[in-house]
């Protein structure tokens, strides 16, 4: 991890960031604060905020990438840095981007939704993410989203999708237990349906252990935890399938996997 060891953690409790930390370590530093704002009294979050600012680039970005912006911008929002320019401007390139997957479009409707919640734009967007879906007859792809139109679906994407609709509090609830329900399905499992390690991929069909992605795994759990009532009713449901041999998603495990990975040869992260 890249703000990992003592040297670094040092340097970053003293708010040179820049010395230390890429721009997407400050990133994901700062976004921990959307998951437990008590931490914000360990650091100087203010100099984290300032460091992220600088590195905008002229057109409005960072990185020229949507994923990087859209998270930037969210931060901003959360730590009442909405009325700058670097986020006016910020939210205006986000308005020009012409989204090419199901990846783009959602994060865009994250952002349009930060400042304009009922905007027709933003309408639009929502209409068409909810477009992609997949809808057929197998229950293992039936309500996931894939890379676009078409495309079979896949956890990262469906993730994406529904955190989402999630943010703009979209009502159709059916189409939020579907994304949740392809999510449950798709967690690593045997064909006995016990949890492998209770991790998630990014793409699906690839063989556990090869593909599992820390990233995703953190980020559903996450989800998972904010929509407790949801997953444990969705699941409920799944349960009555007689054919199926189900477990309830097992946080432990997940926590479990995520906490072998971590590599305490280097800087412990």
Do not use: C
Not at 63 to 69: K, P
Not at 115 to 144: F, M
Request: glycine share 8%; no cysteine; charged share 20%.
């Amino acid at each position: 991890m890249v703000w990992g060891g003592r040297a670094k953690v040092y340097r970053l409790q003293s708010g040179n960031f820049s010395a230390s930390l890429s721009l997407f370590g400050v990133l994901t530093f700062l976004g921990l604060f959307l998951i437990s704002p008590s931490l914000a009294q360990a650091v100087n979050v203010e100099a984290g905020l300032d460091f992220v600012a600088g590195q905008q680039q002229k057109n409005g970005s960072w990185n020229n990438r949507v994923r990087d912006s859209v998270e930037i911008l969210k931060a901003l929002k959360y730590f009442g840095r909405d009325n700058t320019k670097t986020f006016d401007i910020g939210v205006g390139w986000m308005r020009a981007v012409q989204p090419e997957n199901t990846d783009m479009l959602a994060r865009k409707i994250e952002a349009l939704n930060l400042v304009q919640p009922s905007s027709a734009e933003l309408q639009r967007l929502i209409t068409e993410l909810v477009k992609r879906r997949v809808i057929s007859n197998n229950l293992l792809t039936y309500g996931g989203w894939g890379e676009k139109s078409g495309y079979s679906p896949d956890p990262l994407n469906t993730y994406l999708a529904v955190r989402a609709l999630l943010a703009v509090r979209y009502t159709d609830q059916l189409v939020l237990d579907r994304g949740f329900t392809y999510l449950i399905w798709h967690q690593n499992t045997t064909a006995e349906g016990t949890s492998v390690s209770g991790s998630w991929n990014i793409f699906a069909g690839v063989t556990p252990r090869t593909k599992e992605s820390t990233y995703l795994t953190a980020a559903i759990l996450s989800l998972f935890s904010d929509e407790k009532a949801r997953v444990d009713r969705v699941f409920s449901s799944l349960a009555g399938y007689a054919r199926m041999s189900l477990q309830t998603p097992s946080v432990p495990r997940s926590i479990n996997w995520l906490l072998s990975t971590q590599n305490f040869t280097t800087d412990g992260g």
